[in-house]
């Protein structure tokens, strides 16, 4: 890896105007630019697609045996538990910082983090909620999309359905072609406008985890590399789960947290809060 960046870089504050705060509450989504420099997402870049190849467990399905979920991307889990160097990333406060103004809370804490890597010649990611999956009371969470690379039109960069985290039609549909499909015709019937734009190296996305999004296909050749970091209100409790989907995420992200009572495991620490802005939480 080239010469990691000064963490402080992970660390500054990122100022958003109130119109932008607004906007997100009205669209549950918004692009950022210039979030990170060049530098810094080359060199982590580079860590944590090293972490990906490592960890890559569909290296040996070709796309034609996969199915759409396989096709979408390459999927690698909790990477900051598997390198030091990712664990700066995703503990850095800059993006922790932005989420909790979006959010409109006091803190976050982190319910994961992943890597989603679309192939070339990789699928489209069907439309889909984030929280069908989420075993969270409330709808504070908040997923940072950040590309490694610039995403063209043609290399499937993240788009959403504007205001749609208020739809509440689907939510029971998991990543799919039946979700794509169904999904894709509630959306036509409503207003929701439907963004979908390049990414330039630097752009981060935030989407609340009831906004439906989806992304195109990889039709060029070179792989789609992007990082993002799940957060939620630190003062999030964990629901009952309402379905498998839940249940698994339950296993997975937050196994020590308790039904009713704030998830605040090992695994879930506050990156960032309002009331602890110097950070003696942050891992
Ligand atoms: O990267 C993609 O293709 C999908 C990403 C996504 O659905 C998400 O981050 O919530």
Redesign the pocket.
């Known amino acids: 890896m080239t010469a990691t960046p000064a963490t402080s870089d992970l660390d500054t504050h990122y100022s958003l105007s109130e119109t932008q705060i607004s906007l997100f509450r009205e669209h549950g989504f918004i692009m950022l630019q210039n979030v990170f420099s060049k530098e810094l997402l080359n060199a982590y870049g580079a860590a944590i697609t090293d972490c990906v190849i490592e960890h890559n467990d569909l290296a040996d399905v070709p796309m034609h045996e996969r199915d759409t979920y396989q096709k ?2 390459i999927q690698v889990t909790n990477l900051w538990r598997k390198r030091e160097v990712i664990r700066k990333f995703v503990f850095g406060k800059r993006l922790a910082w932005i989420a909790t103004e979006l959010l409109e809370v006091s803190g976050v804490r982190l319910y994961h983090d992943q890597a ?1 890597y ?1 192939e070339p010649g990789g699928g489209f ?1 069907p439309w ?1 909620a ?1 929280q069908q999956y989420w075993p969270l009371a409330t709808d504070r969470t908040i ?1 940072a ?1 950040v590309p490694l690379q610039p995403v063209p039109i043609e290399m ?1 960069p ?1 788009s959403f359905a504007a205001g749609s985290q208020h739809m509440t039609y689907g939510r029971d549909l998991e990543i799919s072609d039946a979700s794509e499909q169904q999904l894709a015709d509630a959306l036509e019937r409503s207003d929701y406008s439907y963004f979908d734009q390049p990414f330039n190296l630097g752009d981060v996305s935030f ?1 609340l985890g009831w906004t439906y ?1 989806k ?1 195109g296909a990889n039709t060029t050749d070179h792989p789609r590399r ?1 990082m ?1 970091v799940i957060y939620m209100d630190e003062h999030m409790m964990l629901k009952n789960p309402e379905n498998p989907n839940q249940q698994r995420d339950w296993d997975a992200w937050c196994p020590e947290a308790q039904v009713g009572q704030v998830i605040d495991t090992p695994l879930n620490p506050v990156v960032f809060s309002q009331e602890d802005p110097i950070g003696k939480h942050s891992g």
């Open positions: 979408a991307f989603l679309k990611t889909h984030d997923t999309w499937g993240l989407h999004h992304a992007v993002t």
